[in-house]
């Protein structure tokens, strides 16, 4: 198929938020993972599985989730060390750890391929199981995916610094003394084009879940070591770098980025369209970083269009 780089028109569309879906965990050779489980509107759907960025967790995907049960029978993950997962056994929190992690998750249920969703550090993550494992992969949808960019933005300067180590280790757990509505509103002000398009449902869903991990002694190791993980990737010059990974992508790719989005370029869309071997891009004018959150009527009907 011939790449194609798709704007939509600005439009918005309010639809009441959705409850957070029912939360499990499921025990895995080599983790337990937290998910959440859309059940589908019809039997006989084939399965799709979300994938979180940093810092977020299974909530990430509530409202789309709900858009697509229609279409498939979705089940969003808590990466290991995010949301009410623990961190893996093997400790291995970079991009090609977490997507063994997702790749056990996809076994278990027994019903790949799968259509395979995620945002940020979740884009780099299933890229690398959309790559490695296709046979698991039905298709693959990546949302501001963290991949390695030629053009810095004014938002992500910051995360090489707190990579550094002995630097995270000081910055991070100071920031998380700092109150928890404050800290959701700092990240919905950086991921969203309009944070006026949170609802106060799912604002305090966000909260009460940043609250429910600051006990957790393993919180801050855990987004230290999956960044630092996701880092190396951006100056790996290996045969399994990013972007030679997505040339070994044989299933259908759509990518979404959002021309508001100050953590991931859109101009990025271009490379994605000489790597990627069957891909559509399409650029959101009104989106930042998290379109499935802000505007997941569009990334519905993306999906819909390239995809279903």
């Not at 992690?101 to 959309?130: D, I, K, Y």
């Not at 610094?161 to 003394?177: N, S, W």
Request: hydrophobic share 45%.
């Amino acid at each position: 198929m011939v790449p194609r780089v798709v704007r939509l028109a600005r439009v918005s569309v309010f639809v009441s938020p959705a409850a957070p879906w029912p939360r499990a965990d499921v025990s895995l050779p080599a983790r337990t993972l937290s998910v959440r489980h859309a059940e589908p509107s019809a039997e006989g759907l084939p399965t799709a599985v979300y994938v979180h960025g940093l810092g977020g967790s299974s909530l990430n995907w509530t409202d789309l989730m709900a858009r697509l049960r229609g279409d498939v029978d979705g089940w969003a993950v808590d990466l290991g060390g995010f949301g009410q997962s623990p961190p893996p056994r093997d400790g291995d929190m970079t991009p090609a750890g977490h997507a063994r992690s997702v790749a056990e998750f996809v076994e278990h249920l027994g019903s790949a391929p799968v259509h395979l969703f995620g945002n940020s550090l979740g884009g780099s993550v299933a890229l690398q199981l959309a790559a490695r494992r296709p046979d698991l992969v039905r298709s693959l949808t990546l949302i501001s995916p963290a991949l390695p960019m030629l053009f810095a933005t004014k938002s992500n300067f910051h995360l090489p610094v707190i990579a550094v180590p002995g630097v995270g280790e000081r910055l991070v757990p100071k920031y998380m003394e700092a109150d928890a509505g404050a800290r959701v509103r700092g990240t919905i002000d950086v991921c969203f084009a309009d944070p006026s398009r949170v609802s106060a449902a799912r604002m305090a869903e966000s909260v009460e879940e940043v609250r429910s991990r600051d006990h957790l002694p393993y919180a801050s190791d855990a987004f230290l070591r999956t960044l630092r993980g996701l880092l190396r990737t951006f100056i790996d010059v290996g045969p399994n770098r990013p972007w030679k990974l997505a040339e070994r992508v044989t299933c259908p790719t759509l990518v979404v980025y959002g021309r508001k989005d100050p953590l991931v370029d859109p101009r990025s869309a271009h490379r994605v369209t000489k790597h990627f071997p069957d891909a559509h891009v399409v650029v959101l004018p009104d989106s930042g970083h998290v379109a499935q959150m802000e505007h997941p009527e569009f990334v519905a009907a993306a999906w819909d269009r390239f995809i279903r």
